[in-house]
């Protein structure tokens, strides 16, 4: 019997460990697309209006990205930052 097993060709181990990269890879994903939505609602708000002020920065960073979606298409229509974050 050899010394060394491979930890992933356990009957138990190794699916909950195959699982838990999985679920890792896909939250990591998930925020990755947050990340992105966020600096390109920055970016745009920075090109239309000029510096965005820090406390639109925090306000912005805790949205989803679904809702990151929704201010990106309010920069574009909206004509001051104020009526963007209002």
Known sequence: MPLLNDIMDHKVIGPAIRRGRK???????KEGRREAGL???L???????????SAAK???????ESQLEQYAVR????RTIDEVLN
């Open 23 to 29: 679920e890792g890879r896909k939250e990591g994903r």
């Open 43 to 53: 970016r745009l708000m920075g090109e239309r209006f000029g510096p965005v002020p």
């Open 75 to 78: 920069v574009i229509r909206m």
């Open 39 to 41: 600096r390109m609602v």
């Open 58 to 64: 925090k306000r912005l960073a805790a949205l989803s």
